[in-house]
């Protein structure tokens, strides 16, 4: 683990974790019905595409977890409940950074924002299905409303988290997406 | 005027100094004892056993001399959401169709079973809440860094980068503050521009694009700090492969030991599901 | 053997791709033991490449380091390069590894996996010399930004390394930390220890008796530096000489005097005093008369404006523990904060965010007011009022007549009316691209299609930044200096009637120094309001007619330039300097000669009435006439 992998690690981490504060929320995009859309795992994702899965991982474990202390100590809505789980709230985020990676992977030589865009969705999905995937398990919801709940939040989510990822990545990196140029006339 | 302090963003997640003995645990005891009892927490089956964590819990919280308000607070603010929960459980979840029947409306019915697993549920995240609070009060931030050198350090002859790891932990609770103010100056800056952050049109896409002039500049210049945080490490002789020792000590005392073992062996008995019997009285009951 | 040698030293980013930039050419120099070197160079010249060379953070192209006889390109040498040269970086807070001070002074021994109880005694040790003795378990952000960066020092003594490099490491700080950290320099100089600094500042190049120039990657000049500032020559093009040097080049050309090479300003006014020996008696009152025929063009134009002050502030106080989230969702707040009303701010806590205690001010039309103040005394929190971005929590703002607070629905227009740039506006950035970065606010407003891209072209001129070649490339591709500039020109686009600056020159170099001053004059000329916060009283005196003085919250001084800045005592027992034309003036009158400024302060203003003072010869040579 090089000083750089460190590094990125724990600022990453630190966004997650600021990021999922409450009360103020600030990864918390408003969408419809008082349900929100969360970004936090951008930062897992980015993360894990500019550093690989370990330093993912890392991330992805320390969101988990303030988001555990956040439910515990501080709750703001059903989910926290389930939240104070850690096979809930921790276990998942685990698989955020690497599943993300290895689906940049095939990317990283050629076509980088397609596999930026991928990698988004994909990690995205991960923590929506592996967070509502182990909910079931536990038998405390059921399985369509679990389903229902993935379309309506967890597409729109993915989508978010994908255009984060592709932004920064893009603007760190200096990668020109799409467009030649402003839009101005 | 409206105005967030992080102050009180903080007061619902922190130290509660005190020098009680739960407070002078060993740091690496204090982790693993946190561990060890959410294990448990979440482990347990039956009633009895996570009614009986409820009242050690209490217990432990008197002991450590924090103010009763602290975990209330959390409790206060959980309870209309686990009342949500329960009743989506009970109502949702099948498997706990047994027990008398009390009647119901519509196509659901109420039955023993269910108000039983309900019970269950609701003191199983109540010890949750109680524990998890009572372990952050009693351990400071620095001393949480500590604790992972400490725990993961047997594991780094097996070749894991422990050091790497609470190095991490360390340099994001050192961030963390920092990107509140950075996070403060990009929102107003925007403000200064005629941003406000009302979320747009009824796409993924266009929420996000209005939120974009907030989030971009703050993870870039997070990958900045980052970027020249990693120099000064390795300016400063941080190598992957060096060797390295800690200045801070905390002396392992016994009790530190017994506390960790005390609580392991109550894990492991819980899984042997010792209380069968009182928890079948309990069930009769319904 | 040397302690650094650098041998035909290359260094080039990204070599064989077609983003490829040669940052170092061809460098050779030799550091020995104890010496105190000073490394200047404009930005861009490649300085900090070069830092990164001497500790073995980057490998040469070509060429090589040799610290101490070892190899910078040998990986096994590299723990003992880094044990014999540490380097101090830039920015305080990105060199912090640790929750305490004392754990962020061990992480170098730690490294070194040394025994606990040379880890402590190395801490001990170096946390006294820094003069954080005491400070041990401290948290780091409750230090100051100088207290941080001497803490970084601190860090890099604990390796005990025989030099220390400081890469442009008093940049950020404010005037105190500077002074702070090179003083410590000079004595960790004296105690032994190599320097060498590199920095743009030529008031600290002053300190090394040796001075190396580098420019677009090359060593221009390698020598004393008294021989630099005697020089005639242009080496120092891009950074220009120190402004006292500067003057008496020029007095020396009037007068036909011989003034030295001083290089501060009292100096200067020692040289001055002992060139007017029997002429202080006759030329009492010389340099009011210095003032140019006509008024300038912001006085005309102020004339012709509305005499109603443009914003008026009265009993304003504010207090940061004050805050009242009910308890209500924190996602309704914010919303609701959101629309239209103070963005919902998440700061507070630390030890340094002040508060305002009564401040009461009105700036008119077409002025210009610098509002001065030490570190915590308050300048941001009051320049964030002027803008309606904190509504008042006692007292009022008023905008152009009009309430801040009193209705949301004005917010945006005052907002609007009133631009703030904060510190390194470069850090909010987001766009792909420069032209849309800079169409933001406009758009927002509601500008469109071809008004829109006027606007920003307009823009986008005023901040120096060429609309053509800049307007499809891609922000974060930009040096930081012009993103810092295209993050003036999204303010500027919103056209707006005053200019809020806080601490505009932070962290440049002679020349954007030089270039942002012209700017804001220019603004000014046209009729712009500004208000600007600053730590550097040049800047404050070349562009301001009132001066403000914040201290702790309270409004401690006000008034004219010329009368605040002549109250030299008043200001600096609030631990502020006073311009260095100031302390001229002032050494000058206590020797009874008689001499005005004229404010705002113009370099050849001052030349002027020095030169009336002194006698100007009116020579062959250069005027042409007897």
């Given amino acids: 683990m090089n000083a750089r992998k460190i590094a990125v690690a724990g600022v990453l981490s630190a966004i997650a974790i600021f990021l999922g504060i409450p009360p103020i929320h600030l990864g918390y995009i408003p969408w419809f019905a008082g349900a929100s859309l969360t970004v936090m795992a951008a930062p897992v994702i980015i993360g894990a595409v500019l550093e690989g899965p370990i330093v993912g991982l890392a991330i992805g474990f320390l969101f988990g977890l303030s988001s555990l202390v956040n439910a515990a100590v501080a709750p703001s809505g059903p989910a926290d409940v389930l939240f104070t789980n850690p096979l809930v709230s921790v276990f998942p985020r685990l698989f955020i950074g690497p599943v993300a990676w290895l689906i940049y992977r095939p990317f990283e030589k050629r076509a980088r924002p397609v596999g930026m865009v991928l990698a988004g969705i994909g990690g995205s999905l991960t923590n929506t299905a592996l967070v509502l995937g182990m909910i079931v398990l536990l038998g405390k919801i059921g399985l369509p409303l679990a389903g229902t709940i993935a379309l309506t939040n967890g597409g729109p989510e993915a989508a978010a988290n994908a255009f984060l990822v592709l932004a920064v990545v893009a603007a760190w990196k200096r990668i020109e997406i799409g467009r030649r140029g402003s839009q101005l006339e | 005027m409206r105005r967030y302090d992080l102050g009180r963003l903080m007061e619902f997640a922190r130290y509660v100094p005190g020098s009680s003995p739960l407070h002078r645990l060993h740091p690496g005891a204090k982790l693993l004892t946190a561990i060890l009892g959410v294990s448990l927490l979440i482990a347990a089956r039956g009633v009895a056993v996570l009614g009986l964590a409820f009242l050690l819990v209490v217990a432990l919280t008197t002991v450590s001399r924090i103010p009763l308000s602290t975990p209330l607070r959390s409790l206060r603010r959980a309870l209309p959401w686990l009342l949500i929960v329960i009743l989506i459980q009970i109502l949702t979840v099948s498997g706990t169709q047994w027990g008398a029947n009390y009647g119901g409306f519509w196509i659901f019915q109420l039955r023993g079973g269910q108000v039983y697993a309900a019970i269950g549920s609701l003191l199983r995240f109540v010890d949750l809440i109680l524990f998890l609070v009572l372990s952050i009060s009693v351990t400071e931030a620095g001393e949480l860094s500590y604790a992972a050198d400490a725990v993961l350090t047997p594991f780094s002859a097996v070749g894991i980068p422990t050091r790497a790891f609470s190095l991490t932990l360390t340099i994001a609770l050192y961030f963390l503050p920092l990107f509140a103010t950075e996070a403060d100056r990009i929102i107003k800056s925007q403000a200064a521009r005629g941003a406000d952050f009302a979320p747009k049109g009824f796409r993924p896409l266009g929420r996000i694009r209005t939120f974009a002039p907030l989030f971009v500049p703050l993870l870039v210049i997070a990958l900045r700090h980052a970027e020249n945080l990693a120099r000064a490490m390795e300016a400063r002789g941080y190598s992957p492969r060096g060797g390295h020792t800690r200045l801070a000590v905390h002396r392992l005392r016994w009790g530190s030991v017994a506390a960790t073992l005390g609580v392991g062996a109550l894990l492991v008995i819980s899984l042997l599901d010792p209380l069968r019997g009182i928890d079948s009285m309990f069930r009769g009951l319904f | ?626």
């Fill in chain 3, 1 to 626: 053997m040397s302690l650094i040698e650098v041998e035909d030293l290359e260094h080039c980013y990204s070599p064989g791709s077609p983003h490829s930039t040669k940052a170092l050419e061809r460098i050779s120099f030799t550091v020995e033991e104890g010496e105190y070197v000073a490394l200047v160079g404009p930005n861009g010249s490649g300085k900090s490449t070069l830092a990164f060379h001497l500790n073995g953070l980057l490998q040469p192209t070509a060429g090589r380091v040799l610290i101490d006889g070892n190899d910078t390109k040998c990986p096994s040498d590299l723990p003992a390069i880094r044990r014999t040269v540490a380097m101090v970086f830039q920015k305080p807070e990105e060199q912090i590894v640790a929750l305490t001070v004392e754990e962020d002074t061990a992480f170098g021994p730690e490294n070194l996996a040394l025994g606990r109880e040379e880890i402590r005694r190395r801490v001990s040790r170096s946390l006294s010399t820094v003069g954080l003795a005491g400070y041990e378990l401290r948290s780091p952000h409750k230090l100051s930004a100088g207290q941080k960066q001497r803490l970084a020092i601190a860090g890099a003594l604990a390796l005990e390394p025989r030099a220390i490099v400081f890469d442009e490491a008093t940049s950020m700080l404010d005037p105190r930390g500077r002074r702070e950290t090179l003083a410590l320099m000079r004595e960790l100089n004296r105690r032994g220890t190599t320097i060498v600094h590199i920095t743009h500042r030529m008031d600290e190049v002053v300190e090394a008796e040796r001075v190396v120039v580098l420019d677009s990657g090359r060593i221009q000049f390698d020598g004393a530096s008294e021989e630099l500032f005697g020089s005639r020559s242009q080496v120092l093009g891009g950074l220009g000489r120190p402004a006292a040097l500067e003057t008496a080049f020029a007095l020396s050309r009037r007068c036909g005097i011989d003034l030295g090479t001083p290089t501060d300003y009292p100096t200067l006014s020692e040289a001055i005093l002992a060139a007017l020996p029997d002429r202080s008696a006759t030329r009492g009152n010389a340099g009011r008369d210095g003032r140019r025929e006509g008024a300038s063009p912001r006085g005309e134009l102020r004339a012709v404006l509305h005499s109603t002050p443009l914003i008026e502030v009265s009993g304003l106080s504010h207090s940061y523990a004050r805050s009242a989230p009910e308890g209500r969702s924190g996602r309704m707040r914010r919303r609701r904060a959101h629309q239209g009303d103070t963005p919902p701010s998440l700061f507070t806590g630390t030890a340094d965010v002040p508060s305002l205690h009564e401040v009461s001010l009105s700036i008119g039309r077409g002025e210009c007011v610098a509002v001065i103040g030490p570190t915590g005394s308050g300048k941001s929190t009051l320049l964030q009022h002027l803008n309606a971005l904190f509504l008042p929590q006692e007292g009022e703002v008023r905008v152009d007549g009009v309430h801040v607070g009193r209705s949301e629905a004005e917010l945006p227009t005052i907002r609007r009316k009133v631009g703030l740039v904060f510190q390194r506006p470069e850090e909010q950035i987001f766009a792909q691209y420069v032209g849309d970065e800079i169409a933001y606010g406009p758009r927002l407003a509601g500008l469109g299609g071809k008004e829109l891209t006027e606007r920003v072209r307009w823009a986008m001129d005023q901040a120096g930044l060429g609309f053509e070649e800049l307007k499809d490339r891609l922000t974060f591709a930009l040096s930081g200096g012009e993103q810092r500039k295209v993050g003036l020109a999204g303010i500027l686009a919103l056209r707006p009637t005053a200019l809020l600056l806080d601490e505009p020159t932070v962290g440049l170099d002679a020349t954007s120094r030089r270039r942002t001053v012209e700017l804001i004059a220019r603004l000014l000329d046209e009729g712009t309001t500004v208000v600007i916060s600053t730590h550097d009283m040049d800047v404050a005196a070349r562009l301001a007619d009132r001066i403000v003085v914040l201290s702790k919250g309270s409004l401690v001084m006000e008034g004219t330039s010329e009368e605040v800045f002549g109250r030299a005592d008043a200001l600096r027992s609030l631990g502020l300097d006073v311009p260095g034309p100031v302390e001229l003036l002032l050494r000058l009158r206590r020797r009874g000669i008689g001499f005005s400024l004229d404010y705002p302060l113009r370099f050849d203003g001052i030349v002027d009435a020095l030169a009336k003072l002194l006698g100007e010869r009116v020579d062959v040579g250069t005027k042409g006439e007897v």
